[in-house]
T-cell receptor
Framework: NAGVTQTPKFQVLKTGQSMTLQCAQD?????MSWYRQDPGMGLRLIHY???????DQGEVPNGYNVSRSTTEDFPLRLLSAAPSQTSVYFC??????????????FGSGTQLSVL | ELKVEQNPLFLSMQEGKNYTIYCNYS?????LYWYRQDPGKSLESLFV?????AVKQEGRLMASLDTKARLSTLHITAAVHDLSATYFC??????FGTGTSLTVIP
């Protein structure tokens, strides 16, 4: 099993550009989520999904879109990049409530810089 | 709004010493998670605590949960250099504390 696969690992964008961060998991997890990590801020939830076709906003959703057309994939779209979106982004997945614990499995992260 | 606070934010301790990291949260929950992050790396799960009074131990780390006090602790016993990392607690799966950066000094 590959676990949670995130691409790309590094990305530099210019202000106003759009891009998609890819996230895929092969563990048949129901739940998937996106976070950004900024110094001194911990991890903040951007969007999450509790199953294919179901998404919801987290703490800091503005400027980001998500969709969940399959159980495996949960891409994060930056619509019009801004310097404030410079951050490290993590995707995570987990079993649902019946899975017993719901601990998160994380991808390796994407370092994004917006100039 | 759910708030999760950790303290201390930074911890420098000598090898062989004991210390405790605290995680306070602002709403009723009985699901508390601890993660470890090494510099430049992703996060890995350490403990899952799912009920009041739950205690889990792995090596030199022990985590506990008091849902009535809305408090979880991560206790480090006889610290070693390999424990140097940032430790996060998370409530209700998705909501993380700011992290505690631990440095163990030889």
């Amino acid at each position: 099993n590959a676990g949670v696969t995130q691409t790309p690992k590094f990305q530099v964008l210019k202000t106003g550009q759009s891009m998609t961060l890819q996230c895929a998991q092969d563990m048949n997890h129901e739940y998937m989520s996106w976070y950004r990590q900024d110094p001194g801020m911990g991890l903040r939830l951007i969007h999450y999904s509790v199953g294919a076709g179901i998404t919801d906003q987290g703490e800091v959703p503005n400027g980001y879109n998500v969709s969940r057309s399959t159980t495996e994939d949960f891409p994060l779209r930056l619509l019009s990049a801004a310097p404030s979106q410079t951050s490290v982004y993590f995707c995570a997945s987990s079993y649902g409530p019946e899975g017993g614990g719901e601990k998160l499995f994380f991808g390796s992260g994407t370092q994004l810089s917006v100039l | 709004e759910l708030k999760v606070e950790q303290n201390p934010l930074f911890l420098s301790m000598q090898e062989g010493k004991n210390y405790t990291i605290y995680c306070n949260y602002s709403t009723t929950s009985d699901r508390l998670y601890w993660y470890r992050q090494d510099p430049g790396k992703s996060l890995e799960s350490l403990f899952v605590l799912l009920s009041n009074g739950a205690v889990k131990q792995e090596g030199r780390l022990m985590a506990s949960l008091d849902t009535k006090a809305r408090l979880s602790t991560l206790h480090i016993t006889a610290a070693v250099h390999d424990l140097s990392a940032t430790y996060f607690c998370a409530v209700d799966q998705f909501y993380f504390g700011t992290g505690t950066s631990l440095t163990v000094i030889p």
